[in-house]
């Protein structure tokens, strides 16, 4: 009946029943309405884990269906939605196991508590002075059965073995102190702590016992639980790791991009003051050669100006003052 009526849903949505006016009130549920149990949608919820066992957390408020997780694993946002869902989970496991650990905590110092009682007090002077009455026949009778022993009188040697041996059973009880049996019984079950769940169990335990209590459902949800966030942690770790790694190699590359540009702007420097200097070395030979041939026009124009012919070439006559003689 569950599959025919998930199969019409599927087919025919899940408001197929309402009526009209009650299909305007419907809203349907999608994978990421606050309704649904993220939990349940990227790994397990663990209210799921603990039914009926002493660590039962009771049934989960939102919403678990099968079909809503398939819609998610299938849906375009599933990678961006993942991180999200998993640091939830791991925020709600996280207090689970700070939790336990606080327990197994307890435990330990309450299995160190139980260490071995103390020694009996002393026989009181009444139950020592029987002692000794009690170790004197049996000394007597001991030598008594040594000596019918060498005569050959083994029946009556037996006889007082016999009565030796009831003495012996008397010493015992008045030696006996009360703590014995709990001391016996102690050492006869011998506790133990389990780290995963925090469960006592039995030490030296049946084989059959102890994997009954690793196959239950508290032991299996617990280690759930802890490997869920030993792989959460491992793998933010190694995200820390890879994102340091990647800033590192940024920081070289920019490092070996400004040496680059630096390099590339001293010798643009150097080839430029080379470009200068050529230019300004162009200029002054070009400037010596006009100015070398302005130089020459003007010598020459200076000489024809101070030669004795004059302006059409002619020499010129200078008149002689006549001599006075006397």
Known sequence: ?????????????????????????????????????????????????????????GACPRIHDPKLKESFENSPRHDSYVPKFEAELAHFCEKLVNDLDRKVR????????????????????????????????IKILLEQVEALGEAGKVDEAEALMKKVEELNSEKAVLLQRPNDKVLAMAQEKQMALCEICCSFLVAND????????????????????????????AAKEKAKEEERLSR?????????????ECESRRRGGSSDRERYRDRDLDRERSYDRDWRSRGGRDGRDRSRSR???????????????PVRQY
Not at 307 to 318: A, V
Request: charged share 40%; net charge positive; with cysteine.
């Open 1 to 57: 009946m569950d599959a025919q009526r998930a199969l019409l849903d599927e087919l025919m949505g899940a408001a197929r029943n309402l009526t009209d006016e009650e299909k305007r009130g419907f809203k349907e549920i999608k994978w990421d309405d606050k309704e649904v149990c993220a939990f349940y949608m990227v790994r397990f919820c663990p209210h799921d884990l603990f039914v009926n066992t002493r660590s039962d957390l």
């Open 206 to 233: 049946a084989v059959e016992r102890t994997q009954s209590h690793v196959t239950g459902k508290q032991h299996v949800g617990y280690g759930m639980v802890r490997d869920f966030l030993a792989e959460y942690k």
């Open 307 to 321: 030669s004795p012919r004059g302006r059409h070439g002619h020499k010129r006559h200078h008149s002689r003052s």
């Open 106 to 137: 307890r435990g330990r110092e309450r299995l160190a508590q139980d260490v071995e009682p103390a020694p009996p007090p002393p026989l009181s002077a009444e139950k020592a002075e029987q002692l000794s009455a009690l170790e004197e026949k």
């Open 248 to 260: 590192g190699k940024e920081a070289d590359d920019r490092k070996k991009q400004r040496e680059k």
